[in-house]
Each structure stands twice: as structure tokens, then as C-alpha cells.
């Protein structure tokens, strides 16, 4: 039985991972917490190919009896043993977390796509949503907040 739900806004370094979460709290970077379909989430901007250490050691710390709902940043750089993609996602799950992915599939402004590879790998661990539209952070922003509405807390 799951105790807590992540939902990850999922993309390479200089994807917008962050700019999407900071739209969340309308450019606001500070808070760390916003409210969707009425349920209080903790924001996780700094992702684990920002601050790789530092991303492990808060994700194991996690608790989902005390942080039932988060979201945060991902990089799914399944092979790049620094980031511990595998491992942080596989703790998660063991703790009972419910694991949601919304795959910012184009990176802003280029051509460079999240690859099927890492997609499916992802899907491994929860369920996956891919955002194709190439878009600025609150268009990005408005349906990772429909996703959650639906599909996170719909679960």
C-alpha cells in the first residue's frame, strides 16, 4: 500500500525543471510549498543533476508518514552513476511512495528530446506523462498542475 505520492517534473540540466516549479508558485522561488485540488505539496526545485549528493541524501531522508506529498525535480540520466537515478527512485518506492513522472520531452529552444530509453525506464517505477509541446514555464507550469489534479491525486 502507498503511504505518499511524488510527482517529478522529469528533464536534462537546463531542461526547465526548475522555471516549470517556479511557476507553480507564480516566480515566487522561495516558497517551498504549493497547493493543488486541495492537498499541500513540498517542492523539491534542485534536482539530482544540479546537487547530486545533496538530492540522495534528501531523498533518503524522506518520510512519507511526515512528507506525504512532494514534488520535485528529476534528471533521468539512468546511466550516469552520479546522478543515482536507479537508486533514489528504488529507495523511494521500497519507503512506499507512489511515483509519478511528467517528462518535459523537448528541451526549451532546441532540438534535444528526453530519449524513448529513459522514458521507458521510467515507467519501470510509475506512471509517466509526456509533455510534447514546446512551451514557456507557465503553459508548462498549467498542465503539470492539471497532471497532478488528475492523474496524481486521482490515483
Known sequence: ???GKIAFVVGHAHWGKSKTLRAL???N???RKTTIGGVEF???RMSNDDQPKGYKEFMKSLDPELRQYLIAALCPQFDKP???TN???TILRAKGYQLFFWVIE???GTSEVVAAKEIQRLRSFGKVEVFSTISESTARSKSF???VSNVVLGS
Request: charged share 15%; proline share 0%; aromatic share 16%.
Open 42 to 44: 513540498f517542492i523539491r
Open 29 to 31: 522561488f522561495r516558497l
Open 106 to 108: 523537448h528541451q526549451y
Open 25 to 27: 508558485t507564480n516566480g
Open 87 to 89: 537508486s533514489i527512485l
Open 1 to 3: 500500500m502507498h503511504k
Open 145 to 147: 498542475k492539471h497532471y
Open 82 to 84: 552520479a546522478a543515482a
